[in-house]
């Protein structure tokens, strides 16, 4: 029972110490453990770059979305621009004294 109570002291005052790695000889494998962080932390950042341009996208389509509709307004409103009747409407409501040409326009040839 001793000499398991001494061996967790000795554990814990070498983890204490910084010298519990050296004890178990990991010093070897160094490299290794280095290597497998930077491709960890490699795959963690390439994660949020994925996260953070699918989070533009959805908001782009969000945006896309609004300007189809307003397109569609406008193109509702440029067709019922395009009917004669509607703009000889919109003529008389305005005062203007523009009317529809009595004779077709001349062609001037040089």
Not at 40 to 58: A, D, G, N, R, Y
């Amino acid at each position: 029972m001793k000499k398991v109570l001494k061996a967790i002291a000795n554990g814990f005052s070498a983890i204490l110490h910084g010298e519990f790695l050296l004890r178990l000889r990991v010093d070897k494998y160094f490299v290794h453990i280095l290597y497998t962080f930077a491709i960890f932390w490699l795959m963690i950042m390439m994660s949020l770059m994925v996260q953070k341009t699918l989070v533009k996208v959805e908001r782009n389509k969000t945006v896309l979305n609004d300007l189809r509709i307003y397109h569609a307004q406008k193109t509702v409103e440029l067709v019922e621009m395009g009917r004669l009747s509607t703009i000889e409407d919109l003529l008389e409501k305005s005062g203007s004294s523009l009317t529809m040409p009595e004779k077709p326009a001349e062609t001037i040839v040089k």
